[in-house]
């Protein structure tokens, strides 16, 4: 028989009547994520959710692993099983939590049981094989308040499980419970981590990229699908919208004042951004911006940019540090991808001395020279939408 994995729900316990099709949504991203390790079955109990092989084909160890990136999962564990007898649950306990065993200073062992037939109570099974485990392991003393390992026991219909405490799962919010966005997704640092931030709220994320050909090369675009398949391990699965992006470069670049080049720039990705995402029904914009860190990023270039649209505009990252922001994209592995060295559209025709506290009518006035409707129009007509590999 095969190991189970048993699966604790994070905040969606928290959501009242909604929490049955968080549930739904949860089981159903959990299926997607294991389909191509096997046959499982997904269920849930009082919280719980267990994932079980329907044949010996399956391979629980590469699930297991895969589950620890689906948003909305706060803890999982790897339970092994056994017939329902005592001294098979112990032979068990002994076995397979050996390692475990023999390090801790002290142990407690904890069981349930949803099988009543079961002969003896939880508590008189926890108390035999207790008793039994501390005589095969002198070493370690029985702790009732806070041991060290604690030996869980599940006596179910189909059989016996044993299993140690947990490991921590993504948290999070499973993805899709909690509506869509589109997400500016640059070939940079930053904004591979905005994407997984909101991911992990429970949002399905529609990736957008603005590309400068020949100004910024179909590597810097590699580099961004690459990026976004990285990110799908996490978000599920993704199509990026590549937008053109060279003619409203060009054309900002001969007929705006330098200065504004920027700025311009960011309204028009934000009046495209949005139409994109009403088009998905999509209710806001992420940006991986950051209170200070560039030019663009004061709270009057911000609020320039972010006059153009009516959506929200999240910015997860606007009070983190660069470290911080750094460790994250460690973390899920888009760092050294970020750190490829290929240019992107905001730095094709830079300004020499960007404004950096501009009023909103000064670059309405910047900006007054373009047809913006014409512009913004001709980009959404030649999107590109990139599936990944
Ligand atoms: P990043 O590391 O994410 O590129 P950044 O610190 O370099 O961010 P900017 O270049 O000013 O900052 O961009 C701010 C945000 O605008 C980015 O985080 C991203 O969300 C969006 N953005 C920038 N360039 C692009 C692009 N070419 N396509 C899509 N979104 C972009
Ligand atoms: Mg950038």
Not at 193 to 207: C, F, L, N
């Amino acid at each position: 028989m095969q190991d189970i994995i048993l699966v604790k729900l994070g905040e969606i316990i928290l959501k009242g009547l909604n929490r049955r099709s968080f549930e739904q949504k949860l089981m159903a991203n959990m299926r997607k994520k294991i389909a191509p390790y096997g046959n499982f079955s997904v269920y849930c109990l009082q919280s719980t959710v267990y994932v079980e092989a329907k044949d010996e084909e399956a391979d629980v160890g590469a699930a297991f692993e895969a589950l620890k990136k689906v948003f909305g999962i706060i803890t999982l564990t790897r339970a092994a099983a056994c017939e329902k007898d005592k001294d098979a649950i112990t032979a068990l306990a002994r076995e397979y939590l050996k390692e475990d065993l023999k390090k801790a200073a002290s142990f407690k062992v904890e069981s349930k049981r949803s099988d009543k037939s079961f002969p003896l109570t939880s508590i008189e099974l926890s108390q035999y094989v207790g008793g039994e485990l501390s005589e095969a392991f002198p070493d370690i003393k029985v702790e009732m308040h806070d041991p060290e390992l604690t030996v869980f026991i599940e006596v179910r219909d189909k059989a016996a499980y044993v299993h140690s405490s947990p490991v921590k799962g993504a948290g999070g919010m499973p993805v899709g419970s909690n509506g869509k966005a589109v997400s500016l997704l640059s070939g940079g640092i930053d904004s591979p981590v905005s994407t997984y931030m909101i991911a992990k709220r429970g949002v399905k994320v529609i990736p957008v990229h603005f590309f400068s050909f020949p100004y910024t090369s179909e590597a810097a675009k590699e580099k961004v699908l690459e990026l976004a398949h990285i990110l799908e391990d996490y978000c599920g699965k993704l199509t990026v919208e590549i937008v053109p992006f060279t003619r409203i470069q060009e054309e900002i670049r001969d007929k705006c004042p330098e200065e504004y080049f920027t700025l311009i720039m960011r309204r028009f990705m934000m009046r495209i951004a949005e139409r994109i995402a009403n088009d998905y029904g999509a209710k806001a914009i992420v940006t991986g911006e950051n209170l200070g860190q560039v030019a663009s990023q004061t709270m009057e270039a911000m609020a320039s940019t972010q006059s153009v649209i009516s959506m929200p505009v999240l910015q997860p990252l606007i009070g983190m540090d660069k470290e911080e922001i750094i460790a994250l994209a460690r973390k899920l592995g888009t760092f050294d991808t970020s750190v490829l060295p290929y240019e992107d559209c905001c730095t094709v025709f830079t300004p020499r001395h960007p404004r950096t506290h501009p009023k909103t009518e000064e670059v309405e006035k910047a900006e007054s020279a373009l047809d913006v409707e014409a512009l913004v129009e001709e980009a959404l007509a030649g999107i590109e939408k990139a599936e990944l590999f």
